[in-house]
């Protein structure tokens, strides 16, 4: 990878991946795409270039490929599982319509593309502990639909025209830098939020729901490893299983308060967000990533803890 488009580069992971991307193969090297309305601003404006990119519009996406001369493309853009049910054919055509652009572009002009997956691509079917690579994907989210039909086509890309797709299906990811938008697994980053203000957290989700999480550190490193494995080991492209931690929200809770002590907590489901994460399972197994690309997470639940009440003091009190 020499010359890299960012899709969403001012989003959850986008914001943070621009900037780690910039950090290996050097600022001018990675382009910030953005939408109107959430344009790149501070250090993700001044390290590097930046350019209007709505995987909607194939003609602009085509033209930035051109002028920067892209040979891989990090495709972010997407609308979150809860949000996503109250707009399906907006996700339908972010999601899809826009991966087709991608996956047609990246087949004219040689470019790798990574668009991830998410836990969202399982369903009711599939089984719930240690959910395999290969196995029952029978979503009932239009997120989850979406999710399967980018694994579908990206794999498709690949055997039939050679298009270098990779990724991996993400966890609910936590970090203090930017908030996620509408996820079904966003309570994990919210109830740092709540702890660290003194606030009492009103749970969306309801005791006993495990989900898969995920530390953002880990999540962008698995994001430049797999883009970087020895293709000749890969047996799987789209998408991978990869996982860190899995917890209910009383775990996060209890891991919260032995830091901030008297922390309070109490339930309030959200009935579609709730259908959502019982859909989903509760711990994947990702030996496939392990033995194909050495993937290795670095980070657990008490890591994390610590790092994010840390990081948020330090940016609430500046705030
Ligand atoms: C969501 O909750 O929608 C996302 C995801 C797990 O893909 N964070």
């Not at 001044?46 to 996406?61: C, F, H, Q, Y």
């Not at 051109?66 to 599982?81: G, R, V």
């Not at 086509?153 to 990724?167: N, P, W």
Request: glycine share 8%; aromatic share 8%; proline share 6%.
């Amino acid at each position: 990878m020499k010359n890299i488009l960012v899709v969403g580069s001012t989003g959850q992971i986008g914001s943070e991946l621009t900037m780690k991307l910039r950090g290996i193969y050097g600022g001018n090297n990675v382009v910030a795409g953005y939408i109107p309305g959430a344009e790149p601003k501070g250090e993700l404006l001044e390290s590097g270039p930046s350019a209007v990119a709505d995987v909607r519009d194939a003609k602009g996406l085509a033209e930035i490929v051109a002028k920067y001369n892209i040979d891989a493309i990090y495709n972010l853009a997407a609308l979150l599982s809860a949000v996503a049910e109250r707009k399906p054919l907006m996700a339908w055509d972010i999601q899809m319509n826009g991966l087709l652009n991608l996956l047609e572009i990246s087949r004219e002009k040689s470019c790798a593309l990574f668009t991830p997956s998410s836990i969202g691509s399982f369903g009711p079917d599939t089984p719930k502990q240690n959910t395999p690579q290969d196995t029952i994907q029978r979503p009932t989210s239009m997120y989850g639909v979406t999710k399967v039909a980018t694994e579908l086509l990206s794999d498709y890309y690949h055997h039939k025209f050679g298009v270098d797709t990779r990724s991996v299906r993400f966890p609910g990811l936590i970090s203090y830098t930017t908030l996620p938008g509408g996820g079904t697994t966003d309570y994990a980053v919210e109830i740092y939020y709540a702890a660290v203000k003194g606030e009492e957290f009103v749970c969306p989700i309801a005791k006993g729901t495990f989900m898969d999480m995920m530390y953002m550190p880990d999540a962008l490193r698995a994001a430049v490893e797999i883009m970087e494995a020895d293709p000749s080991r890969l047996n799987h492209r789209n998408s991978f299983n990869i996982a860190s931690m899995s917890f209910d929200p009383e775990i996060i809770r209890a891991s919260i308060a032995k830091a901030v002590p008297g922390f309070r907590m109490r339930y309030e489901p959200d009935p579609v967000r709730q259908a959502i994460a019982e859909s989903w399972p509760d711990k994947m197994d990702d030996s496939c990533a392990r033995a194909e690309w050495d993937w290795k997470p670095e980070f657990g639940l008490e890591e994390m803890t610590a790092d994010m009440i840390a990081n948020l003091r330090i940016k609430l009190a500046k705030a």
